[in-house]
């Protein structure tokens, strides 16, 4: 038997009591700025804690000062996402990009190399590549499947393991759902940490976080969500989330603060209303997508289909997402037969399944990664990391599955 009770079962209640707010049932929104203080002392105190000039005493709590430093729709919202990642400590942020650039900051000095897996997210691959250096911290990239290690002659090269403080990773990477071997991460970060110095392995687990893969568990320091796709699960909202150990998340947290870029209250609040479905939401979507991707396999206009669970079991890919992962997720890839004109045609046709870029929302949405998501990359970069212009990337929401079929065998018909 469990300690504890399972996520899903501690997400209407953990973290709030009713009579905080008038025995109501479900926490409000506390829509304020600042909190008004008991007495002097106590925000004296407040202050003491806030600006670490004590330690904190057992059982000491920070107290409410003001929304950029905390709020009680934000904490308890922290406090209900450390549940699913089994994390000690959480932040959230007003975007998952906040996230990300705001955990770089902190962990990474001028001089750093910072080591990532290729493809990335477009968005932190354009801050990596394009304003990392601004601030003198070198960017070097490995192929997501070949793992960091395969980086050791360029990381050599630009000054060697002394100089490296962070891996980033992304797994499954976007749009080809490549896999990196978190474990193999963290040993490499442990060869090249020193005594004085730990190189910190941050996952960005927005694609299959937290249901169906725990990279804290497989020996990160640092997990990073974009919560405006699975967490938030409604395409309404724009947040992001890092989780780890207490000391890492306190600097974050700090940073966080002065950076201004915390969620607010509102959208912290929407959060709360999401994890509540969570789990219903991502199993149906996994579900969905696992059937519609053992059906695309069977169209004669589809050339391949890049989903975890049909890797073959005997491959290196396939062996490490039965290592890796819970679940396939509900991201899928595909190529179809041509090129860009097959795919606009294809697009063009769709009816229920909505073209946009995002994912990880209740409906499903088609995008060509090619010319919209990873356009920034250049032609040559894309065909080195397989992103064809025949390329289609699928985001499979709670719809009929076979709806959803239906719909795509129409728009196949379509050229
Ligand atoms: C969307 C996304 C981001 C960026 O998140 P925002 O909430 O849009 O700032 C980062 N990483 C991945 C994998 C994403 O899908």
């Known amino acids: 038997m469990r300690k504890t009770m399972h996520p899903e079962s501690s997400m209407m209640t953990h973290g709030y009591q009713p009579e905080w707010s008038e025995g109501a049932l479900k926490c409000p929104i506390f829509q304020t700025s600042t909190f008004v203080f008991k007495n002097a002392k106590s925000g004296q105190s407040f202050f003491e804690l806030a600006y670490g000039l004590r330690p904190k005493k057992s059982k000491e709590s920070p107290g409410l000062i003001y929304s950029r430093i905390n709020n009680p729709d934000l904490e308890i919202l922290e406090s209900r996402l450390c549940l699913w990642d089994e994390a000690d400590s959480a932040a959230v942020f007003s975007s998952g990009m906040a996230a990300i650039t705001t955990t770089v900051f902190e962990l990474c000095s001028p001089g750093d190399i910072i080591l990532y897996s290729e493809p990335l997210y477009g968005g932190t691959a354009h801050f990596f590549e394009k304003i990392l250096p601004r601030f003198s911290i070198r960017p070097i990239s490995f ?113 966080r603060a002065f950076l201004g870029c915390m969620a607010d209250a509102w959208t912290g609040w929407l959060l709360l209303r999401s994890l509540e479905t969570l789990k219903i939401r991502m199993s149906e979507q996994a579900q969905n997508a696992s059937r519609i991707a053992e059906r695309l396999l069977k169209y004669p206009q589809i050339e391949r289909v890049y989903y975890p669970s049909l890797l073959p079991a005997d491959t290196p890919q396939g062996r490490l997402y039965a290592s890796q992962c819970l679940g396939p997720g509900s991201m899928i890839s595909f190529d179809i037969r041509g090129g860009r004109k097959q795919a606009f045609k294809f697009l063009d046709a769709l009816k229920l399944i909505k073209l946009a870029v995002s994912l990880g929302g209740t409906e499903s949405l088609a995008q060509h990664p090619a010319t919209m998501t990873h356009v920034d990359l250049g032609p040559k970069l894309r065909r080195r990391l397989g992103i064809g212009e025949n390329m289609i990337r699928l985001s499979v929401g709670v719809e009929n599955y076979s709806d959803i079929l239906k719909d795509i065998e129409a728009a196949l018909r379509a050229f």
């Open 143 to 255: 192929p997501a499947a070949l793992g960091p290690a395969s980086a050791i002659e360029r990381l050599n090269r630009a000054g060697g393991k002394k100089k490296l403080s962070m891996i980033f990773v992304e797994t499954p990477a976007n749009p080809t759902n490549d896999l990196v071997d978190i474990a193999a991460c963290s040993k490499f970060a442990a060869e090249c940490s020193s005594s004085k110095r730990k190189v910190v392995v941050a996952v960005d687990n927005t694609f299959m976080g937290p249901l169906w893969q725990k990279p804290l568990s497989l020996g990160a320091d640092l997990v990073l969500y974009s919560a405006t796709k699975f967490l938030g699960g409604h395409s309404d909202l724009i947040a992001g989330v890092c989780l780890g150990k207490k000391d890492l998340l306190e600097r974050v947290r700090t940073l």
